[in-house]
């Protein structure tokens, strides 16, 4: 069976000049206490504590986020797609870390990897022009996170990016959870940014856009399912989610709006293709839709 990873990210995404990692070799990730990897050990289950681990580990967990963040080579995401069986990495940038020219050489010389591009919100003057140059140069899709860069949900210029892209009849994936991703800097840190209210917002907005829950709101994804469930141009995807959430998100949702994902490198591939085999039990079909499927129909990538 092809899987498709919907929600990967190639580069430092947090850092600016995150590109220049993409092409480093022998990138390992330096030994931390790492909560992520026990989470994952369970398929990401969360056991009725919520985000209760998450608070208490959290500076244990923000470092191991930022040592995953270092390896995000294209040697490794390889590495990574061929134990884990995975066909093709949809790969996200974040300007102004990682923009599409990045992802976009990574995916020449490597044919599993798909760019999405994004927006650098310092620049909105040229975004159209970017937008169509991007598009022909094989972008399948637009990446928005609210949190990293600093651009709320309702935000005017969020609105002008999803009003400038819609046209090309692409999805639109934004994060949405509330997470903190910075140790120290902490004017950088709105993980309030990331709530589910907002996304509602954006997406009752435009309802002529294909939006991508991205993790399906973390540990918000009861929100997602509350708020978001009723619209019909919502996707979701399944990073970080255990296989009880997944068989709510299939029937809230529908088979056909959920897609595989592990943000990887700070998600793990083999987890997340676990958890969802889990949730799709001995229904092949659906699995081969949340695996391939939908994101292959959603994308409008050719055989």
């Given amino acids: 069976m092809k899987i498709i990873d919907a929600h990967t990210h190639l580069g430092g995404i947090l850092y600016k000049n995150g590109g220049e990692i993409i092409e480093q070799k022998g990138v390992t990730k330096k030994w931390v206490f790492d909560p992520i990897t026990i989470w994952q050990f369970f398929l990401n289950r969360k056991f009725k504590m919520g985000r209760i681990p998450y608070e208490i580990f959290k500076p244990y967990i923000l470092n191991a986020e930022h040592e995953r963040n270092f ?36 995916a020449e010389k490597d044919p599993g990897l798909i760019p999405f591009t994004g927006v650098d919100f310092s620049k909105m003057e040229t ?20 949190i990293i860069q600093n651009v709320h949900f ?13 046209k090309y009849d692409l999805p639109i994936l934004f994060h949405s959870g509330v997470l903190t991703y910075y140790k120290e800097e902490k004017d950088n840190n709105l993980p309030e940014y990331g709530s589910i209210k907002g996304a509602r917002d954006l997406v009752e907005a435009f309802p002529q856009a ?94």
Avoid at 74 to 79: G, I, S, T, V
Avoid at 127 to 144: P, V
Avoid at 154 to 166: I, N, P, S, Y
């Fill in 154 to 166: 309702t935000d005017e210029k969020m609105k002008k990016a999803v009003d400038l892209f819609v």
């Fill in 71 to 106: 390896t995000a080579t294209r040697e490794n995401a390889r590495k990574s797609m061929d134990e884990s069986g995975v066909s093709f990495s949809v790969c996200m940038p974040i300007p102004p870390h990682v923009y599409f020219n990045d992802v976009k050489k990574a």
């Fill in 210 to 303: 294909k939006f991508i829950a991205g993790h399906a709101g973390m540990f918000e994804v009861m929100d997602v399912i509350r708020l978001l469930g009723h619209f019909k141009n919502v996707w979701v995807d399944t990073s970080f989610q255990p296989p009880g959430i997944i068989k709510k998100l299939i029937k809230t949702f529908g088979p056909e709006k959920v897609l595989f994902a592990s943000d990887w490198p700070f998600g793990s591939r083999i987890a997340g293709i676990k958890a969802v085999r889990s949730a799709c039990g001995s229904d092949q079909g659906l699995a081969e839709m949340i695996f391939y499927k939908n994101t292959k129909n959603l994308l409008k990538i050719q055989d």
């Fill in 127 to 146: 975004l159209s022009t970017q937008f169509e140059a991007d598009i022909k140069k094989g972008a399948k899709g637009l990446k928005l996170h609210p």
